[in-house]
């Protein structure tokens, strides 16, 4: 691979090596403005800024060819899958490429005896478990959208199933890898666990691109369960619900999931779903899963305490219809919200707090939903103590920045009950303001620390995940 030699304009270093990814690459490259325009932003957060090329990367040889040239005239790179994250993850810097992963979509190798399976990144969730139908088989990993499972690892996605199946920190089992100067590495392997070296899989799932780009992933499967079963149940009152679902997890109830949508967000729902036999008041919604007799028992209990909480009749969905129905009103619930509104933007947030802090969390979210006369909706996966609000705002900065402004509140809430500015968005750049404050920062020089051995010339996806401080100087 030919070197591009340093000059000191970065419009110029980028013209050379605009030129010699176009001779390796050939018609994988794109400098089409519509193409750039689709890869200038992802979802959600108010930032986007024009990429100077697309490059449709469909093999990890694609990845590192394109990474040993940007790196050798430092030339900024930002991994994009299907744009579907929303805190800025995908938006570039000036004068970068955008290196799209979405063409890369093969099942390189399923191991139906071991429960696993290995895939190019661009796949996503619903394509692998397609793919996986006739193998008894599925990855239960669900954020909700047509994420890439590359992205799902980058921002180590979770979702409404995470309460029983883990996120994708547990259900990756190693990872190949194209570090910042083209180099291809892999980390883990096939084994469910092993005492040898520094865990790097689990450095790079959640690293959102900064300190390597993923190609391949070894996953975890999962038995598709003998039996499965879902229902609602409706609350009077926001506290009674909350209680419901930490109680569930307190008793060791291995339900599926456990999902709370408040009475704004169920007004939503109810019209943009035609959920039209429910009230617009907080709501749970549950699946159980497992033989028939786990089932049965875990339905028993879930009953009886949402009965002591004050809990209406519970309404069932026991045909896969019934409940591919209530799963899609969960997941188009951003969707609801905005079509509250036309017109409107929805700002989409989360937080996650210790489950016994949960409810004394949403109250506080509540008030200060109130107090500062947005409308907005509560909803998110009360089981593992992670919920998201939906801000609806003026399309306008100004309230665009009362949206962020109710959005540094509901953090502060969470952080000041021992929780986490995000429980799966990621950081990005919309989050990078908490970071000091969660974390220390002690703790993040010790990330920089990593962050400049793995990427010293700062070219992958630099200014996301961690706040600037004294390791990026030099």
Not at 117 to 146: I, K, S, W
Not at 179 to 199: F, P, Q
Not at 331 to 347: E, M, Q, S, T, Y
């Amino acid at each position: 691979m030919p070197n591009v030699s340093f000059v000191p304009h970065a419009a110029d270093r980028l013209t050379a090596v605009l030129a010699q990814l176009k001779t390796y690459l050939g018609e994988k490259v794109s400098t089409n403005h519509a193409v750039c325009e689709a890869h200038s932003h992802g979802e959600a957060l108010d930032l986007a800024r024009m990429p100077a090329a697309v490059i449709f990367a469909q093999t990890t040889e694609d990845v590192s060819t394109a990474l040993a040239i940007c790196h050798a005239a430092y030339v900024p790179v930002v991994a994009f899958g299907a744009g579907t994250s929303v805190e800025g993850h995908v938006t570039p810097p000036e004068h970068a490429i955008s290196l799209d992963l979405s063409r890369m979509t093969e099942v390189l190798q399923v191991n139906a005896a071991d429960m696993d399976c290995r895939v190019q990144a661009g796949l996503t969730r619903q394509d692998l478990n397609a793919r996986l139908r006739d193998t008894g088989l599925f990855f239960p990993v669900d954020p909700g959208g047509e994420a890439t499972l590359g992205g799902m690892c980058a921002t180590r996605a979770s979702g409404t199933a995470a309460v029983h199946y883990g996120t994708m920190k547990e259900n990756v089992l190693g990872l190949t890898v194209v570090m910042a100067n083209g180099e291809v590495i892999k980390t883990g392997g096939r084994v469910r666990k092993s005492s040898t070296g520094y865990d790097l899989t689990s450095l790079f799932v959640g690293s959102e691109g900064t300190l390597g780009i993923i190609t391949e992933i070894q996953l975890r499967l999962h038995g598709i369960p003998e039996q499965l079963s879902a229902a609602i149940c409706q609350f009077e009152n926001l506290e009674d619900a909350v209680r419901t679902a930490v109680e569930i997890i307190q008793a060791g109830v291995p339900i599926a999931r456990v999902e709370l949508m408040d009475d704004v967000q169920m007004a939503a729902s109810i019209r943009y779903s035609g959920l039209d036999e429910l009230r617009p008041i907080t709501t749970l919604f549950f699946e159980f899963a497992g033989a028939p007799a786990s089932v049965r028992e875990q339905v028993a209990v879930t009953e009886m305490l949402a009965g002591d909480n004050n809990g209406l009749a519970f309404a069932w969905a026991d045909t896969p219809d019934e409940r591919n129905r209530l799963w899609k009103a969960r997941h188009n619930a951003f969707w609801a919200v905005k079509a509250l509104c036309p017109g409107a933007r929805v700002i989409s947030t989360d937080c996650i707090v210790p489950i016994s802090r949960l409810a004394e969390l949403i109250v506080g979210v509540k008030a200060d939903i109130q107090a500062s006369g947005l409308q907005a909706a509560v909803l998110g996966h009360v089981g593992d103590g992670n919920f998201h609000t939906l801000i609806i705002t003026d399309d306008s900065p100004e309230g665009y920045g009362q949206a962020l402004e109710l959005d540094r509140r509901i953090v502060a809430r969470a952080l000041e009950l021992e929780g986490s500015c995000s429980g799966e968005h990621g950081v990005g750049l919309g989050k990078l303001e908490f970071l000091e404050r969660e974390h220390g920062e002690p703790a993040l020089t010790v990330m920089r620390t990593l962050k400049v051995a793995l990427d010293p010339r700062n070219i992958l996806n630099p200014g996301k995940l961690l706040p600037e401080g004294l390791a990026y100087i030099g």
